[in-house]
């Protein structure tokens, strides 16, 4: 009930292009979803973060898309860069948990010219 | 953000030997610290939750007497990787919560821990 599945693995996505990253979660306690990014040799970095109150949260370049019904969650990049190459960490925690982060898988994008 | 400041980036010891890592919170006080292992390409694995002044709550698996933590002031947890073996190579990083009181954590740097 723990676990946060995150998909996929690895993506390569052209310059200029959408990178999309899902995750789905089944714990109902859950009431927050950050996205972290973290670089090789480096501590993770937090993106954005949404409550399932809100079905979108946009930063920037950075969208996230929330489902309720379904417990999924989406980080989309819009207009993806080589510097965006990274490791991206979807994560959730319940405010009961005393903010322990139960992390997804991780999802390895690189971005090409 | 609030900054986290994790010392040292890297580390090779000898197996056997005990290693240390501080945390530490710049620009805030952090009542809880939270610390992590991973492996590579792999995801972060909560060992134990710091708390000032407090003993540590560690999550199931981890051994408290292999990895000590003491978190002594609000702006310090140290973990004391102890008697370190080969195994225990990984990145290990801390955390601490925002201190504004909602939910977001702020991440160190993360350390590199070589065990020869």
């Known amino acids: 009930q723990q676990q946060v599945k995150q998909s996929p693995q690895s993506l390569i996505v052209q310059k200029g292009g959408i990178s999309i990253i899902n995750c789905a979660y089944e714990n109902t306690a859950f009431d927050y979803f950050p996205w972290y990014q973290q670089f090789p040799g480096k501590g993770p970095a937090l993106l954005i973060a949404?409550?399932?109150?809100?079905s979108e949260k946009k930063e920037g370049r950075f969208t996230i898309s929330f489902n309720k019904s379904a417990k999924q969650f989406s980080l989309h990049i819009m207009d993806s860069q080589p510097g965006d190459s990274a490791t991206y960490f979807c994560a959730a925690t319940s405010g009961g948990g005393g903010n322990k982060l139960t992390f997804g898988t991780g999802t390895q994008l690189k971005v090409e010219l | 953000g609030a900054v986290v400041s994790q010392h040292p980036s890297w580390v090779i010891c000898k197996s056997g030997t005990s290693v240390k890592i501080e945390c530490r919170s710049l620009d805030f006080q952090a009542t809880t610290m939270f610390w992590y292992r991973q492996f590579p390409k792999q995801s972060l694995m909560l060992m134990a939750t710091?708390?000032?002044?407090?003993?540590?709550?560690?999550e199931q698996g981890v051994e408290k007497d292999k990895f000590l933590i003491n978190h002594a002031s609000l702006t310090l947890s140290t973990l004391t990787v102890t008697s370190a073996h080969p195994e225990d190579s990984s990145f290990y990083i801390c955390?601490?919560?925002?201190?504004?009181?909602?939910?977001?954590?702020?991440f160190g740097s993360g350390t590199q821990l070589s065990v020869l």
């Open positions: 710091s708390n000032e002044g407090s003993k540590a709550t560690y």
């Open positions: 955390s601490a919560r925002d201190p504004k009181g909602n939910e977001k954590l702020f």
């Open positions: 949404i409550r399932p109150d809100v």
